[in-house]
């Protein structure tokens, strides 16, 4: 097991977690106290998607997640490149799976 020092906390990371899970598509909710994240994986020619992991958080740290990826994403657009997004009409051709993403309310 790996352990990670971040902001004076241990944080241990198993094994298991540290392979990750594979999605490309997310699916966001909410209510008034809680947002929660699907992640799933579609596949090409396959009805069904899987939820891989869900995630709930309170609003306010889905805000601090929010607000720590537009960091993230800025960094690394500052040293790989610009990150480019297709249209619907790239995705829907079949050669670009994409990332996919549902706003609703729980």
Do not use: C, W
């Not at 889905?62 to 480019?84: D, H, P």
């Amino acid at each position: 097991m790996a352990e990670i020092k971040k902001l004076g906390i241990d944080i241990e990371l198993g094994e298991e977690v540290a392979q990750g899970a594979y999605s490309n598509l997310a699916i966001i909710s909410h209510s008034t106290s809680e947002f929660i994240l699907d992640f799933a994986t579609v596949l090409p020619g396959v009805q069904k998607a899987r939820v891989k992991s869900r995630i709930i958080l309170t609003p306010e740290h889905a805000k601090r997640l929010l607000m720590s990826l537009q960091e993230n994403v800025t960094r690394y657009e500052s040293n790989v490149g610009k990150i480019e997004i297709p249209s619907p009409r790239q995705q829907q051709s079949g050669d670009d799976f994409g990332v996919g993403h549902k706003i609703g309310e729980a």
